[in-house]
């Protein structure tokens, strides 16, 4: 059972906030608004959010070296929101367009996972790499549409 929880609430319940999460960012998109105000105003939802379960999550260890790589994966998530924003701003594409492509971060994920921290010693590869070929085929059906 806990296999299941952890599959909802670590996997289909983000998946659904950040589907949400990419309407708001193509509403507000359109309305009309700078990345870089758009981004701070971003930021201050992730601090509330960081706040909030400061004081839900109880017992939780606080160290520099692992702030600094939160620090630098925000970086690098707040790079890619920018350029998300400048296709749906710059360049007018659709969000049911670009966030699927996006979603291909799936597969850096993956094979990063798989050199830095050798999961391939966790998972059924080959059930991996299927998957993978499908987001690879669907990344292509997507960006041709």
């Given at each position: 059972m806990d296999g299941v929880k952890g599959v909802i609430i670590g996997g289909l319940l983000p998946a659904m906030l950040f589907g949400?999460?990419?309407i708001?960012?193509?509403a507000g998109n359109k309305i009309g608004i700078a990345q870089?105000?758009?981004l701070i105003s971003f930021a201050s939802g992730i601090i509330a959010a960081g706040?909030?379960?400061f004081f839900v999550l109880k017992n939780s260890p606080f160290s520099y070296k692992a702030a600094a790589f939160a620090i630098g994966h925000g970086l690098?998530?707040?790079a890619g929101f920018v350029m998300i924003g400048a296709g749906l701003a710059v360049f007018n594409m659709p969000i049911s367009k670009i966030v699927p492509l996006v979603n291909m971060s799936a597969l850096v994920v993956v094979a990063l996972g798989f050199v830095v921290f050798r999961e391939y010693?966790?998972?059924n590869v080959?059930?991996?790499l299927a998957g993978a070929i499908l987001i690879v085929a669907g990344g292509i059906l997507v960006g041709k549409s």
């Open positions: 949400i999460g990419s708001f960012q193509k870089s105000y758009y706040v909030v379960s690098f998530f707040g010693s966790e998972v080959f059930n991996l």
